[in-house]
């Protein structure tokens, strides 16, 4: 499976307005990513579609998420930006070519299918399981200084 590069910006981007007391630019979320604010503009607008971040107008504007870190999964951000629909989509393949099975004897789904639906639900319950909050968690202990305060001193600048 390969998500867009959209699911990470996106990803990024609510990690980092975890640790913003007041809305940050789109402008400043893609030069701090080091992305084009157009492409990036695209995502924090997919990411307000889906309820997640909310734009505030006026000269102190910006994107804020729309609740706290830890009502926000990665499952709710993946899926803001990719779309709800399964990760595989059953074509009925055995029902064609030289030794097809008749429709009536595809009546409940195959082995492949039934394997990559377990599949799916299994990515999503993994990605449902961790929230905006905890990703903030763990970036934060990915460095030796406290990075997300950086960020944070960054922003304000």
């Known amino acids: 499976m390969k998500l867009s590069g959209g699911v990470e ?3 990024h981007c609510c990690v980092v307005l975890t640790t913003a007391p007041e809305p940050v630019p789109a402008t400043r979320l893609a030069e701090l990513h080091g992305v084009s604010a157009t492409y990036l503009a695209k995502q924090l607008q997919t990411l307000s579609r889906a309820a997640l971040v909310q734009s505030v107008q006026g000269k102190s504007g910006g ?3 729309t609740r706290s870190a830890e009502q926000i999964t990665v499952l709710d951000v993946v899926e ?4 709800p629909g399964s990760t595989f989509v059953c ?6 070519g030289p030794l ?3 429709p009536d004897a595809c009546t409940a789904p195959c082995a492949i299918a039934r394997t990559m ?4 639900r299994a990515w999503r319950a993994a990605l449902r399981g961790v929230t905006i909050a905890d990703l903030g968690r763990m970036v934060g202990q990915d460095y030796d200084t ?3 305060t950086q960020v944070r001193k960054w922003l304000q600048s």
């Open 63 to 65: 994107y804020t998420l």
């Open 9 to 11: 910006s996106a990803l």
């Open 80 to 83: 803001a930006v990719e779309g």
């Open 100 to 102: 097809a099975a008749p």
């Open 91 to 96: 074509t009925e393949i055995r029902q064609r």
């Open 146 to 148: 406290d990075v997300l």
């Open 117 to 120: 639906h377990a599949a799916d």
